[in-house]
Every structure is written in C-alpha cells, then in structure tokens.
C-alpha cells in the first residue's frame, strides 16, 4: 500500500472532506488530493503531523510493508479529484460532491448537505447555506434563489429579497406573498407604489378588498384621492384608468400599464 492509499483510507476513515484534512495541515485541498493519487509527496513536517493527527506511526505512513493499524477495514474505491464523500461523524450524516468541470474559478455543481452548518458555492449550489447562480439551501443566495431564506435576482423562499421576490414575507422590486413589500406588490398584505390584495396600501395605486392610495378601488373600503367602492361588483375600468393617467406621473409608466391590467383581473 503506498503512502498516498494510506493517507486517503486514514482520512476517510475520519469522515474529513479533502478541504477539511488540507485545513487542519495547513494546504490545500488540490495538494491533498496529488498526496492521495501518489502525484507528490507530503514534507516531512507534514508527515509528522499526519502521523500525530491520525495517531499512527511515521513507520506505518513510509513503509510500504507496513500494515494497515487495526482500525482499518477495507480500502474504499479513490477518485483523483473532487470526491464525492458521503460519511458520518458520530451519528451526523454528510454528503459533499463537486464537480470536475469548471467555470472560471467556480464548479459547475457543489452539493454540500447534512445535519449543521454546510456551505456550497458553485454555478449550481446545494447546500444549507447555497451561493450560486442557482442557489438551493436553507439560506440560498445568487442568481436564482430557493431557500427558507433567499436573497437573489429571483428569490423563492419563507423569507425573500429579489429583484422578483415569492415567499410568505416577500421584498423586491416586484413581490408576491402573504406579506408582499416592493415597488409592484401582490399579496394578503401588500405595500408598495402599486400594490394589490386583501389589504393593499399602494402610494400609487392600491386594489383589494381594502385599499389606501392615490388611486384606491376597494370592495369593502377605498381611501385615497380618486376611489371606487365595488361592493363586488367590477370597477369602472375606464373611469379607474383615466385617473391613474391623469394623477400618476409618468415616470411610472411600465407599472401604470401594469396597473390597468390588474383592474380587470381584480
């Protein structure tokens, strides 16, 4: 057995990731894994503190005779780079793959999941905490986000931050939720310069069963400078449109057009 099998049957046997072993030595994870596929040799200072660390000779780890110290069971298949790991430690379970592929300076996939705090940054994440360009996690962060909590472009999640936000507490641009909060906002409570739902308080334009705003249609209740009161019934749709021409300004026109659309859906 040479010194690279060893090093990687003793690390594996200790559930370290490559990253993980190469921190507590001080390297990196592309040199553990050359120590591993025989492509270079550990320093002697490195050997010593992996014999220290693994609690086996420097006999063991040199000797090609040497055999394996009792704990071993069987030596488990090797890849050259970016292993794909699933192990315990005690009784929590961990899984880590990246890919070979590369993106400038990121993999295509990482998944990095298990009980606690595991974080995976790639093209593609997925991890508990995620950062990518499409983000799966608990706290998941890029370009397309999908978490409890999500802060990206487009975010879906309990808790979202986005340019396009969905979740039950939602931030964005333009936001759909139980609670929506943003410029275009849809939601049980919306508020924004346009907002529409049960409860809506648009500075601009505010539709649902109550609204506040310049421009107010409620069914139940309008406050506002131009309002209508349906009592379920349609709104007068062209009355409701000239007063958005006339009282918005036109710096909001992609939204104003957007605004009249929701009159009639609404």
């Known amino acids: 057995m040479t010194l690279g099998e060893k090093i990687f049957r003793l690390r594996t046997e200790q559930g370290f990731s490559q ?79 990246k890919s070979k592929k590369m993106i400038g300076n990121l993999p295509l996939l990482h998944i990095n999941l298990g009980v606690g705090l595991h974080r995976a940054k790639g093209v593609i994440a997925i991890g508990t905490v995620a950062q990518g360009l499409l983000a799966i996690g608990y706290v998941a962060m890029g370009g397309l986000c999908l978490g409890l909590v999500s802060l990206g472009l487009f975010a879906f999640a309990v808790l979202a931050f986005g340019l396009i936000s969905f979740g039950s507490f939602s931030f964005g641009v333009i936001s759909f939720g139980a609670f929506a909060f943003g410029i275009f906002s849809i939601g049980a409570v919306s508020v ?73 859906w609404f």
């Open 19 to 97: 990253e993980t072993f190469g921190e507590k030595l001080g390297v990196s994870r592309q040199s553990v894994s050359k120590w591993e596929t025989d492509q270079s040799v550990p320093e002697l200072d490195k050997i010593v503190a992996i014999s220290s660390l693994f609690e086996v000779s420097t006999d063991y780890l040199l000797k090609e005779t040497e055999e394996i110290h009792q704990t071993a069971k069987r030596e488990p298949s090797r890849t050259e780079e970016y292993p794909r790991e699933v192990y315990r430690i005690g009784q929590r379970l961990h899984y880590e793959y």
């Open 192 to 264: 924004g310069q346009f907002a529409f739902g049960a409860s809506a308080h648009g500075a601009q334009v505010a539709i649902g069963d109550a609204a506040q705003g310049k421009i107010a249609l409620g069914y139940s209740r309008a406050a506002g400078a131009y309002t209508q009161i349906s009592n379920r019934q349609p709104f007068h749709y062209e009355e409701a449109c000239r007063a958005i021409d006339e009282q918005v300004s036109s710096n909001w026109l992609f939204f104003k057009t957007w605004a009249k659309a929701m009159i009639k």
